[in-house]
């Protein structure tokens, strides 16, 4: 099993993106607001900047 973390302030997309990652059932995704998640708490993490 693969955890994906998703940090985003919006919700909505936030909210899609984990949809459609959790179609694959080997991957477990928490949604988290930007305000939530400490960066520090992580073993490693990539940032993605998508617009």
């Known amino acids: 099993?693969?955890?994906?973390?998703i940090v985003d302030d919006?919700?909505?997309l936030g909210e899609?993106?984990?949809?459609?990652l959790q179609l694959n059932p080997d991957y477990k995704?928490?949604?988290?607001n930007s305000q939530r998640l400490p960066f520090q708490s992580?073993?490693?993490y990539e940032?993605?900047?998508y617009r």
């Open 1 to 5: 099993m693969c955890k994906i973390f």
């Open 10 to 12: 919006d919700i909505f």
């Open 16 to 20: 899609m993106l984990k949809y459609h």
């Open 29 to 32: 995704v928490p949604l988290f």
């Open 42 to 44: 992580l073993p490693y």
């Open 47 to 49: 940032i993605i900047r």
